[in-house]
């Protein structure tokens, strides 16, 4: 397997942390010494661990951004039947 090399850049934030040490953060990374990419995944407390995560070109960061600031956060706490479920016809296909 090969070795994977990355480079934090910038810490820009963290969204949660455990009392395990991990913690879930926003930053930009190069990895294996490519152009930086915003990126979001689990850290281990030192940075040398990581999980997976999702890493995100600039034209991605910026439609997640559009995404993010057009939705109602109150639908985060919203719970659904099955019913109403099917019957949502909100989705919008970002592509």
């Given at each position: 397997m090969?070795?994977?090399?990355y480079?934090?850049?910038?810490?820009?934030?963290?969204?949660?942390?455990?009392?395990?040490g991990w913690?879930?953060?926003?930053?930009?990374v190069?990895w294996n010494?490519?152009?930086?990419?915003l990126?979001?995944?689990?850290?281990?407390q030192?940075?040398?661990?990581m999980?997976?995560?999702i890493?995100?070109?600039?034209?991605?960061?910026?439609?997640?951004?559009?995404?993010?600031?057009?939705m109602?956060?109150?639908?985060?706490?919203?719970?659904y039947?099955?019913?109403?479920?099917?019957?949502?016809?909100?989705y919008?296909?970002?592509r």
């Amino acid at each position: 397997m090969a070795e994977i090399r990355y480079k934090i850049i910038k810490r820009l934030g963290v969204i949660n942390s455990s009392n395990n040490g991990w913690a879930k953060e926003v930053n930009i990374v190069s990895w294996n010494d490519g152009a930086a990419k915003l990126d979001i995944r689990d850290w281990e407390q030192s940075s040398n661990k990581m999980r997976k995560g999702i890493t995100l070109f600039r034209d991605e960061a910026e439609k997640l951004r559009e995404i993010l600031n057009s939705m109602d956060m109150d639908d985060l706490e919203q719970r659904y039947s099955k019913d109403e479920f099917a019957l949502l016809d909100e989705y919008v296909d970002v592509r």
